[in-house]
């Protein structure tokens, strides 16, 4: 089964240093039917003025990585980590039992365009932990990169649950197809451009849930940028 939210549809946050576009409930924004997807909790779609960003908080037992488009972002945390992620860049933060850190547009000039997602810990606590690695734009044209695996497989950044994410970027003829395994849940994200997936035509900000799924498809790629995950089939509890 495919279920497409538009892009349209998100939640949205505007706050004069920040623009948020919320795929799933997210502070102010709530909304019973979006609380997420098997484990995965929070897309995040973040403009940040230059110069500012969010200050130093905490989070705990939470996956949370960091996807730049444009720009760069600043991070310094509790566990010492001082860092500047940049587009190509991938960083995963597992909380663990307690983290705190700060985010900030790396530049006074430019903006910066990124994407934020958290997806829940297999268990609660243990040591915080932080990632960072680079993956080429080679890699990832006209195909799906694996950048994140709970085994850490083929380079990617390991995390603390039963999900994999890969990222690909598509234009005019290039083509991917990702093969799932038997009793998986699927999750297709938009980051830019425009492409289909199974047929269906997706734009940016466009995401889409897809419950037992075989095969993926991806092509038709106007300067597109995707996210898939493969994810465990867990189904939220329904809000009263």
């Excluded at 999900?163 to 999750?187: I, K, M, P």
């Amino acid at each position: 089964m495919m279920q497409v939210r538009k892009a349209s549809d998100r939640g949205v946050a505007e706050h004069g240093w920040l623009s948020s576009r919320h795929t799933f409930s997210f502070a102010s924004y709530m909304d019973r039917a979006q609380m997420g997807f098997s484990d995965l909790r929070v897309i995040n779609e973040d403009r940040v003025a230059p110069g500012q960003g969010f200050g130093k908080h905490p989070h705990r037992d939470m996956e949370i990585f960091s996807y730049v488009l444009e720009g760069a972002l600043a991070h310094s945390d509790s566990m010492g980590t001082g860092s500047v992620i940049k587009p190509g860049d991938v960083q995963l933060m597992s909380a663990g039992s307690g983290v705190t850190h700060s985010e900030f547009n790396g530049s006074d000039d430019e903006g910066v365009h990124f994407l934020q997602i958290w997806i829940a810990p297999a268990k609660a606590g243990g040591e915080p932990v932080y990632q960072q690695r680079h993956f080429a734009e080679a890699d990832k044209r006209g195909q799906l990169r694996l950048i994140i695996s709970p085994d850490g497989r083929d380079g990617s950044l390991r995390i603390q649950q039963d999900a994999s994410v890969y990222a690909g970027l598509f234009d005019a003829d290039e083509s991917a197809t990702l093969t799932l395994d038997d009793n998986r849940h699927a999750y297709v994200h938009v980051a830019r451009g425009s492409i289909e997936l199974n047929g269906v035509k997706l734009e940016a900000g466009d995401g889409v849930r897809l419950r037992n799924p075989r095969t993926l498809q991806l092509g038709n790629g106007g300067n597109a940028e995707v996210l898939v995950f493969d994810l465990r089939p867990q189904e939220l509890p329904q809000m009263p």
